[in-house]
């Protein structure tokens, strides 16, 4: 693909065993994603039909559903990389130096799969409502415009921990442009099933405060992640 060419690139500049760990850390990336692909191709048609059936409250389930699914899933594949590196690795036959290098690199990748998960059925959703120019710059920032840019800077600022790093804050920094341009519709079907379930006699009040919280919710959870990753580096350094 784009981003294994482009990464291979200036992972070429270390060594032969960096591009062998890249190469099983991305089988393993990619068997952690088809289990999300999989709940796409599920999740995609549902939301289309309901979106032709002019069927809104069905529309934001299904992808309610979705989201929460693909976060689930996201989260156990970073618990995975995040807790058993040495496991991983030891099925692709790994050398005590690949090990040295896989590690801690594959645990600062993992943190970016949180919000894989967020950002696919993002995308997702816009397809369905037949936005797919919207659709297609998420996966282009993903992969290339956001990817290639910070992998080139943080490689010369921080070496080859650079170019792991690169990875979730690119996810962090378009998770932070997709809640920007699409914060109506995705914070609003998350208020809209937390006011449904919730029933206070002050119903004004209570609207006012999911929503206020709401809308900080994600910049919180992303600057938390920002922060980890800073600690990380300094740690690594």
């Not at 037949?130 to 070496?159: A, C, D, Y």
């Not at 900080?216 to 690594?236: D, G, M, R, S």
Request: glycine letters at 6%; charged letters at 10%; hydrophobic letters at 50%.
């Amino acid at each position: 693909s784009f981003m294994l060419t482009f990464t291979n690139l200036f992972l070429t500049a270390y060594s032969d065993t960096v591009v062998a760990f890249f190469g099983a850390y991305f089988k393993v990336q990619q068997m952690i994603f088809m289990t999300v692909n999989g709940l796409i191709q599920g999740c995609l048609p549902v939301m289309r039909f309901n979106y032709s059936a002019k069927q809104p409250e069905r529309l934001k389930e299904a992808f309610h559903f979705g989201t929460q699914a693909a976060t689930v899933m996201m989260i156990g594949g970073t618990c995975l990389l995040l807790f058993l590196p040495n496991q991983i690795l030891f099925l692709f036959a790994a050398s005590e130096s690949m090990i040295k290098i896989g590690v801690p690199a594959m645990r600062i990748l993992s943190i970016g799969l949180v919000f894989c998960g967020f950002s696919i059925m993002i995308a997702t959703y816009q397809q369905a409502i037949e936005k797919i120019q919207s659709s297609m710059l998420i996966h282009i920032l993903r992969q290339g415009i956001l990817l290639v840019p910070l992998m080139w800077l943080f490689n010369h600022m921080f070496g080859i921990n650079g170019i792991w790093i690169s990875f979730p804050v690119t996810e962090i920094y378009c998770g932070c442009f997709i809640t920007n341009c699409y914060s109506k519709t995705t914070i609003k079907i998350i208020i809209s099933c937390i006011e449904k379930a919730h029933s206070c006699k002050n119903k004004k009040g209570s609207r006012f405060l999911f929503r206020r919280n709401w809308n900080l919710l994600p910049y919180i959870l992303y600057f938390i992640t920002f922060l980890n990753i800073t600690v990380k580096i300094y740690i690594i350094q």
